[in-house]
């Protein structure tokens, strides 16, 4: 408690306070959340269900499909970390999603769904279809499954299934394409060797006309420069094939352009730098992208990307071209080295006509040109015929290991009641405590003894709490009549220990309670053996006759006009050294009736026939009577109901009292609701009460004086 205290003095909060609020304003917290948690109910009702379905594929890498060239001078498949980054952005690609739009229909099935006259168009088709799909790579896996979400169950499993299957076609055409654009390569260079070999051909048939050959001896005379000869044909042959072969390398990738050309050059060079630059230039396009759909274009994170994006692609650049100039250099120096070795050739011949006949050196010539033209045309047929049976084969690019199926219609995906249904009852409870806080932080009321002595500037000296009746009807054994034996012993203190006195029990305003606390506080000052008299001075409004069930048409009114005389208006009751005196039935013409003198005449008498005098006082605001009662009686208890008026009427009510000379005795807080709001104040007396009840009882049973209670 003091440490509480502490805190609130030093204007700071404890936890227990917040507590105390949200306690006592628990229905509203209440009230809010079941009124949320009902509307998110409502609104998870309305909701459209959709249901989800996955399909789950493989993806593979592409492998070498076209081997153009000799394996010494491909380049070696290695590992593309940034392989399936890239297949995730093309399985979400607009060259995708528009193809599997057309295949389903999707214009239309939306334009019917959203009851459209016509189809929907398509760019708003495909900027739902990227609303309603999500595409994902499983964890440490080559494994991406494709989920789609849509209102028809069918529907979205057809779409998922869809997507895989147009990528997977997609993937196919591409791999195609491109070992069709290498045999159309492959075609072109055979028509041109082909036509070589029939010149040849007719060239060796034109010599044989002419020499009047029939019969041909080959190998008639074996020298050296003949071996010489067939050994630099045979270099010849290959050397050309290889000029040739760099030939085609060298104008399919003059051809290509974009993706291919760099594929291409991949396979066909292992360059190493150019492959980190496009794994470079792919993950800068992927960070682009993402970072566009949060950023602006202008963003300087997105600006940086950018920058780093085109010195990349100009690296980039720069590896191609310098590539290319590689391949075109090893062209040329092919060239010129069949070139060299034709001219070897030439030379080795000449040396051969001296020792060949002249009659027979043409046509071998003739001949042997004819075998090299045919060995050249036989390794592009052999060739053109591996890559047409590898165009045939079948691709396998991705395998779908679970095909998406329709979820049953009690399986939908969203709305999630057990979700829904809990954020509404958390932003209930949430508002509700913010309500709950803003209505204390607008409720200036007294709530707490704190309060009273903070505000007041005054000490409590009694806590009453709530449904407490008048103790003629619970009776003296009654639980609430400790709070009025507390309330007489604090009294007694608050004035040094004196013995009895006058004491005026006053409110800031109507129905705090003065009535019935004055009542009881007198019940049980008469019940432990004090002398006691309850003066009902609300003449505008009296109540104490109620209580008692007397009359109340003679009383202080008579006394105070000396109608009557003091002994004759004060009734005794039936309870044992209690006395009353009513109030009186009020004239019309009352102005100056409370005279002071007379009151301070009255009080005094009263005060010697007495122990105590109780004067039931009207409300303090607006009303003169009250202002002159607490000018004149010992003491003056101040009433405030718990929660009921601003503090600022209580504040101004005990300014009034001291501004006419009166003195405050102290607050009496009433109906305070104990259980729920400041139990933490009072728990552990009222315990300690019922624990003692029975001890309470002898206690009271037993007579006592004034001045044994007093000690």
């Known amino acids: 408690m003091d440490h509480l205290n502490e805190n609130q003095e030093g204007n700071s909060l404890h936890f227990l306070d917040y507590w105390r609020v949200i306690r006592s304003r628990k229905e509203i917290i209440l009230i809010v959340m079941v009124l949320v948690g009902i509307t998110g109910v409502i609104v998870t009702n309305l909701m459209e269900k959709r249901y989800k379905a996955t399909c789950l594929i493989r993806v593979y890498e592409d492998s070498q499909n076209m081997q153009v060239f000799n394996n010494q001078l491909m380049g070696s498949s290695q590992y593309n970390p940034y392989f399936l980054m890239t297949e995730l952005e093309i399985l979400g690609s607009e060259m995708v999603l528009s193809q599997v739009i057309e295949n389903l229909s999707l214009t239309k099935v939306w334009g019917e769904e959203f009851e459209m006259p016509g189809p929907i168009p398509k760019q708003d088709a495909l900027n739902l279809l990227k609303k309603r799909i999500s595409i994902q790579q499983q964890r440490n896996t080559s494994n991406i499954s494709i989920t789609a979400v849509s209102s028809n169950p069918v529907q979205a499993a057809h779409i998922a299934n869809e997507i895989a299957k147009v990528y997977g076609q997609q993937r196919i055409e591409q791999s195609v394409e491109q070992v069709r654009v290498g045999l159309s390569t492959l075609d072109t260079l055979m028509e041109e060797e082909n036509l070589k070999v029939i010149a040849a051909e007719d060239r060796l048939e034109e010599i044989r006309e002419e020499l009047d050959l029939t019969t041909i001896n080959y190998g008639v005379r074996i020298t050296a420069e ?14 050309r094939v290889d000029m040739l072969t760099r030939k085609a390398r060298l104008d399919e990738i003059e051809n290509l352009e974009g993706e291919g050309l760099i594929n291409s050059l991949l396979m066909t060079v292992p360059d190493q730098s150019l492959e980190m630059l496009r794994s470079q230039e792919s993950d800068f396009e992927i960070q682009l992208s993402m970072q566009l759909q949060n950023l602006g274009e202008n963003h300087p994170d997105v600006l940086q990307m950018k920058e780093g994006l085109r010195r990349t692609q100009q690296k980039l650049e720069a590896a191609i071209l310098g590539i290319k100039a590689g391949l075109r250099t090893d062209y040329l120096v092919a060239k010129s080295r069949v070139e060299a070795l034709e001219s070897e050739l030439e030379k080795v ?305 005990k300014h009034l009292v001291e501004n006419v000379g009166g003195k405050i005795a102290g607050v009496v807080l009433n109906n305070i609701n104990i259980l729920r709001d400041d139990y933490y104040y009072y728990n552990s007396y009222y315990t300690h009460y019922s624990e003692t009840d029975n001890e309470s009882k002898d206690l009271d049973a037993a007579p006592q004086t004034p001045s044994q209670e007093r000690f």
């Open 349 to 653: 011949e000449a040396a051969e006509r001296d020792a060949q006949s002249r009659k027979m050196l043409p046509f071998e010539r003739a001949e042997r040109k004819v075998r090299v033209q045919r060995s050249i045309y036989a390794s592009l047929q052999a060739r053109a015929a591996q890559e047409g049976v590898d165009v045939a084969l079948p691709r396998m690019p991705i395998k779908i290991f679970e095909m998406a199926t329709p979820a049953d219609e009690k399986n939908f995906y969203t709305p999630n009641y057990v979700l829904n249904i809990a954020l509404s009852l958390f932003l209930g409870g949430f508002c509700g405590v913010g309500l709950a806080f803003f209505i204390e932080y607008l409720d200036t009321s007294v709530k707490t003894v704190d309060d009273v002595e903070r505000y007041l500037n005054t000490s409590v000296i009694g806590v009453i709490p709530q449904k407490v009746k008048t103790l003629n009807i619970e009776g003296i054994e009654s639980p609430h009549s400790e709070s009025y034996r507390v309330l007489r012993t604090n009294l007694q203190f608050s004035r040094d220990g004196k013995t009895g006195g006058a004491f005026a029990v006053a409110s800031g305003g109507v129905g705090e309670g003065k009535s019935t606390t004055l009542f009881n506080l007198a019940f049980v000052c008469a019940a432990m053996g004090d002398k006691v008299l309850i003066v009902d001075s609300d003449m505008r409004r009296p109540v104490q006759h109620k209580i008692m069930g007397m009359s109340n048409r003679y009383g202080l009114v008579n006394v105070l006009m000396r109608d009557m005389p003091l002994e004759d208006a004060i009734k005794p009751t039936e309870h044992k050294n209690l006395h009353f005196l009513p109030s009186g039935q009020l004239p019309k013409h009352a102005v100056g009736m409370l005279d002071t003198q007379r009151v301070r005449d009255l009080i005094t008498n009263l005060k010697a026939r007495y122990d105590f005098v109780f004067f039931d006082s009207p409300p303090i605001m607006g009303i003169s009577d009250s202002s002159i009662l607490a000018s004149e009686v010992d003491g003056v208890m101040l009433v405030v109901q718990y929660r009921k008026y601003p503090r600022q009427m209580s504040a101004r009510a």
């Open 226 to 239: 003949s071996e010489r000869v067939r050994q630099l044909q045979a270099d010849l042959m290959s050397y």
